[in-house]
């Protein structure tokens, strides 16, 4: 198994034009997390899934923001009229369920996609 | 806001030098994890704490999680330019939700 995967890992789009980001999870790991993170800060928790279900999502989170996991394995998050606000590294992150093993309740990370708007 | 600011925001220390990073809350949290993260990569887990008052050792880097579950602090001795990153800490809630700390930028100077 190669990671958590992000793709891609940098866009520049122009405000009011959408984005989508797409992550794949280590095969096996059933929980997918999504961050959102600005230069020198620590991620600020957008949602989660287990499986194909969205368990959480951040009141933070705005309606343009929604993701998808549709069969359980990779994820998407789509980012409608995007704003300049919006910059930020998004990053993923998948683990096992607690309770199926030694990775269980360990984040890990991919390499995250940049995104600027101009 | 964040659920868990840690402090200091930014360090620059000369290599040798020790150092402690303190991350904290209001909230209880089940157990705590301490995370690095270099320029353009994801964070990657350094150890998790999960009993009040544990201390746990990772080579030069001691981690300890307070008594009421709420803060924790990492030291670390004798820093080396390798240890520049984020350290970043993170609280679990209820096996579900990680929330991570404001951030800690280190640089150690050669």
């Known amino acids: 198994d190669t990671g958590v995967s992000q793709d891609p890992r940098h866009k520049i789009t122009k405000r009011g034009q959408n984005v989508t980001f797409r992550c794949d999870p280590i095969?096996?790991?059933?929980?997918l997390y999504w961050y959102r993170q600005t230069l020198g800060q620590g991620p600020e928790f957008l949602t989660y899934?287990?499986?194909?279900?969205?368990?959480?999502k951040s009141r933070l989170l705005s309606d343009r923001f929604s993701a998808e996991r549709p069969k359980g394995s990779f994820s998407t998050l789509e980012i409608q009229r995007t704003e300049q606000g919006d910059s930020a590294m998004y990053l993923c992150?998948?683990?096992?369920?607690?309770?199926?093993?030694?990775?269980?309740?360990?984040?890990?990370f991919g390499a995250g996609s940049r995104l600027t708007v101009l | 806001t964040q659920l868990l600011e840690q402090s200091p925001q930014f360090l620059s220390i000369q290599e040798g030098e020790n150092l402690t990073v303190y991350c904290n809350s209001s909230?209880?949290?089940?157990?705590l994890q301490w995370y690095r993260q270099e320029p353009g990569e994801g964070p990657v887990l350094l150890v998790t704490?999960?009993?009040?008052?544990e201390v746990k050792k990772l080579k030069r880097l001691t981690f300890q999680f307070g008594d009421a579950r709420k803060d924790s602090s990492l030291h670390i001795t004798a820093a080396q330019p390798g240890d520049t990153g984020l350290y970043l800490c993170?609280?679990?809630?209820?096996?579900?939700?990680?929330?991570f700390g404001t951030g800690t930028s280190l640089t150690v100077i050669p």
């Open positions: 992150a998948s683990s096992l369920r607690p309770g199926t093993g030694a990775g269980a309740n360990v984040l890990t």
């Open positions: 095969s096996e790991h059933n929980r």
């Open positions: 899934f287990q499986n194909e279900a969205q368990l959480e």
């Open positions: 909230s209880v949290f089940s157990s």
């Open positions: 704490v999960v009993t009040g008052g």
């Open positions: 993170a609280g679990v809630f209820f096996l579900r939700q990680f929330y």
